[in-house]
Nanobody, 121 residues
Framework: QVQLVESGGGLVQPGGSLRLSCAAS????????MGWYRQAPGKQRELVAL???????TYADSVKGRFTISRDNAKNTVSLQMNSLKFEDTAVYYC???????????????WGQGTQVTVSS
């Protein structure tokens, strides 16, 4: 079994900051990508930021320059530092990791339970 546990969501005023963290645990052989997605009410889930095991990162255009993803391969953790938050960043944020549990198996996506981020004055 594999688990992704998130923490760090909450309520913040516009312009404020939050840091999300996610830890993967369980029967993990390898992780290639780890990242964050979000889903606002009435909208589809969208990619926020992604980090590969080699350190490459990808960001949604809407968060570039404001959010920073960081990953600790040894600890199987990924974090998202969110600065200059805007109303439109309000959403449930989900941690995602592509994991294989055996050396011969394929990578499969795993998801955290989601953490609410609300930007409101």
């Amino acid at each position: 079994q594999v688990q992704l546990v998130e923490s760090g969501g909450g309520l913040v005023q516009p312009g404020g900051s939050l840091r999300l963290s996610c830890a993967a645990s369980g029967n993990i052989r390898d992780i290639n990508t780890m990242g964050w997605y979000r889903q606002a009410p009435g909208k589809q889930r969208e990619l926020v930021a992604l980090a590969t095991s080699s350190g490459s990162t990808t960001y949604a255009d809407s968060v570039k320059g404001r959010f920073t993803i960081s990953r600790d391969n040894a600890k199987n953790t990924v974090s998202l530092q969110m600065n200059s938050l805007k109303f439109e960043d309000t959403a449930v944020y989900y941690c995602n990791a592509n994991i294989r549990t055996r050396i011969w198996s394929t990578f499969a996506p795993y998801w955290g339970q989601g953490t609410q981020v609300t930007v409101s004055s």
